[in-house]
């Protein structure tokens, strides 16, 4: 029996030279690459970084990722299709398929819908899931901005803009560093809870990371905040002791 493997790549948030060795190997060595697109004739960001990093022919699969509905039934169909998809060109003689996502496969990422869709519609005795590890937004901010995420003790939180408010505001009255992801739709909202923490003062907001249109801002610098595409990542680091050591 053939060992078919479907791997989840991260390709980092935007900068192809955060792509790893691993990372370049197992896209190069794929028998088909697939990346994720909200339109059959619209490039991804994930496409962008795999083209530019190493130059692989790609596929694109069309997800519903401006659907903000939960598990709708646009997205569901759209899920099947892309899973079918895999399958089709596992079926046509591919031994290895890989599918380039942003940050990590594991953090907030299309392909662990993706893969659950392979091994429903038929994978589970052939099909084995691996991923690559990525960069990650929350770190490439984080070595962009010089922001320290966690220290000694302190817990580290990581939320997406489209959690519950309470679950952010327990989060920012806590004692680690508040890390949201895709909060350009809620930029207004999120400052003013950051705000409202006391944080601002050393809070910072990256967005399109690695690209020729990325902005850091801090949210303590004087003037307005413009508004912010989805891609936005918001960092809130607790307030800490001038002493070195403090959190230990």
Not at 137 to 153: C, E, F, I
Not at 162 to 168: G, I, R, S
């Amino acid at each position: 029996m053939r060992t078919l493997i479907l791997t989840g790549v991260g390709v980092g948030p935007g900068d192809p030279e955060l792509l790893t060795l691993k990372a370049t190997r197992v896209l190069r060595e794929a028998d088909a690459v697939f990346v994720p697109s909200a339109a059959a004739d619209k490039p991804s960001r994930a496409e962008e970084i795999v083209r530019a990093a190493i130059g692989v022919d790609v596929r694109r699969l069309v997800f519903a990722l401006d659907d903000t509905g939960g598990a709708t039934a646009e997205r569901t169909a759209a899920w099947d299709e892309a899973g079918r998809a895999v399958l089709d060109a596992f079926n046509a003689g591919a031994d290895r398929i890989a599918f380039a996502t942003l940050g990590d496969p594991n953090v907030y990422s299309t392909f662990t819908y993706l893969a659950e869709t392979v091994i429903a519609l038929g994978g589970a005795e052939q099909v084995r899931v691996e991923t690559v590890p990525g960069i990650t937004a929350m770190q490439d901010l984080a070595a962009r901005s010089g922001t320290v995420l966690a220290q000694g003790r302190e817990p580290l939180d990581l939320i997406p803009a489209t959690a519950d408010e309470k679950v952010l505001t327990e989060a920012l009255s806590g004692t680690g560093t508040v890390v949201v992801y895709k909060g350009g739709r809620r930029l207004g909202d999120l400052l003013d809870a950051v705000a409202a923490a006391g944080r601002t003062a050393h809070a910072v907001i990256g967005t399109d990371l690695g690209l020729p249109t990325e902005r850091i801002i801090r949210t303590a610098e004087p003037g307005s905040i413009p508004s912010a595409p989805y891609f936005t990542t918001l960092i809130a680091p607790p307030p800490r002791s001038a002493d070195r050591g403090g959190a230990l």
